[in-house]
Structures are given as structure tokens and as C-alpha cells.
Nanobody, 125 residues
Framework: QVQLVESGGGSVQAGGSLRLSCVASGYMYSSRCMGWFRQAPGKQREGVALIYTDDGATYYADSVKGRFTISQDKAKNTAYLQMNSLKPEDTAMYYC??????????????????WGQGTQVTVSS
């Protein structure tokens, strides 16, 4: 049974920081890429950040570039999302996901097979 478990969400004021973690269990951390996504009420899911597990290449949504950093610790089967300079518009449920074969068009999430249950991030002004 493959499981992805997120943690680290919470409530912060604008300008604050949070670090989300995503622990993968049930399989070796051998997915092709890991991604972080978010969905706010009434809005579509959007891709936030992506990391390729083999070479560590990263990609970001324009809305978070320069503020968020995705990273991984393969020894711990864990992906992270460091979020700095948070804004109220970052408020959403954040999900991590794993793609095992293809990561193209990553921001749509369509090729991601495994998803976590989500962790809520709330940023107040």
C-alpha cells in the first residue's frame, strides 16, 4: 500500500513561513518526480512545485517563484516545501503527489498516481 502523508500546515500571518513535509511509505522513494499542489475553496487545483527525484531539478509556479523551495531527502523518503513570505492568497489545502513514469505537464497533476490527504495552510493579513 503506497502512502503519502503530509504535515506542517497551519495558520500564519502574512510574511511568515511554514515548511511542509511529505513522507512516502510502502515503497522505495523511486518515483520519477514529486510535486506539491494546492487547492483553495472554489478554485481549481494548481501545481506549486516539482522536483525530479533522480537529479533534483526543480520547477515552480510563477506565483511562488522566489518564495517557495521544494527539496527532498531520499534517505528519509521525504519531500519538503519551504514556504517563505507567505501571502493570504497562498491559503489553500496543500497536497503532495508522486508520479512514477511521466512528469510532463506537471502543473496539471494528471500524471501523478499517488496523492496525500492534504494539509491546510491558512495565511491571514
Amino acid at each position: 500500500q503506497v502512502q503519502l502523508v503530509e504535515s506542517g500546515g497551519g495558520s500564519v500571518q502574512a510574511g511568515g513561513s511554514l515548511r511542509l513535509s511529505c513522507v512516502a511509505s510502502g515503497y522505495m522513494y523511486s518515483s520519477r518526480c514529486m510535486g506539491w499542489f494546492r487547492q483553495a475553496p472554489g478554485k481549481q487545483r494548481e501545481g506549486v512545485a516539482l522536483i525530479y527525484t533522480d537529479d533534483g531539478a526543480t520547477y515552480y509556479a510563477d506565483s511562488v517563484k522566489g518564495r517557495f523551495t521544494i527539496s527532498q531527502d531520499k534517505a528519509k523518503n521525504t519531500a519538503y516545501l519551504q514556504m517563505n513570505s507567505l501571502k493570504p492568497e497562498d491559503t489553500a489545502m496543500y497536497y503532495c503527489a508522486a508520479a512514477t513514469t511521466w512528469c510532463g505537464s506537471w502543473d496539471t497533476g494528471e500524471h501523478f498516481t499517488y496523492w496525500g490527504q492534504g494539509t491546510q495552510v491558512t495565511v491571514s493579513s
